[in-house]
């Protein structure tokens, strides 16, 4: 916990690591996995990340990869733990923005007129990232690229399923 309020996170997910190793009965172990969660999840913030909130989705985001599979190990091993729920938080704010991610690449792909993979990758927030806020998005950039394709079909779907899930989109015009 020192090392993690120091910022020196690396040193701090190493600690918990080790704890985790050597002591996997210690009635303290969702400590350790959340501590260590936490030091992943704040590891390349830097001091205006921590003052205000900005979006990442455009950044490398493997460190939260590595606090999503920690506190998703917790949620499993300790589901009434008293940090499952900050957990289980912040996992859904991770989720939220590995989606965002991946649709920053799709609208990237769609600008540089490359259809085929913006598709894919829109397809691909819709597939696994279901109700997260980057969804509609996705269908839209669907519905775009599969039009640009000449796929009309695809095209025709994706835009139903839009409107059917958002009739109010402005995505839709």
């Known amino acids: 916990y020192t090392q993690y309020r120091a910022l020196d996170h ?38 205006f990340e921590r003052i205000r909130r900005t979006d990442r989705s455009n950044r490398d985001l ?23 729920p900050d957990a289980r938080s912040r996992m859904l704010h991770i989720r939220n923005q590995l989606a965002e991610q991946e649709l920053h690449v799709a609208r990237y792909y769609a600008r540089r007129r490359a259809f085929i993979a913006s598709a894919n990758r829109a397809q691909y ?9 980057a969804v509609p998005e996705a269908l839209a950039i669907m519905n ?30």
């Open 125 to 133: 927030v819709v597939r696994h990232f279901q109700e997260t806020p």
């Open 10 to 47: 690396a040193a701090a997910i190493a600690a918990a690591t080790r704890f985790i190793r050597n002591y996997p009965a210690s009635e303290h172990l969702d400590y350790a996995l959340f501590l260590r969660g936490l030091a992943h999840y704040n590891m390349d913030r830097g001091l």
């Open 62 to 84: 493997s460190s939260w990869h590595a606090a999503f599979q920690d506190f998703e190990e917790l949620g499993r091993l300790f589901p009434d733990s008293e940090y499952a």
């Open 144 to 173: 775009r690229s599969y039009k640009e394709l000449g796929q009309k079909d695809l095209a025709e779907r994706s835009r139903q399923a839009l409107v059917f899930n958002w009739p109010d989109s402005e995505l839709l015009n």
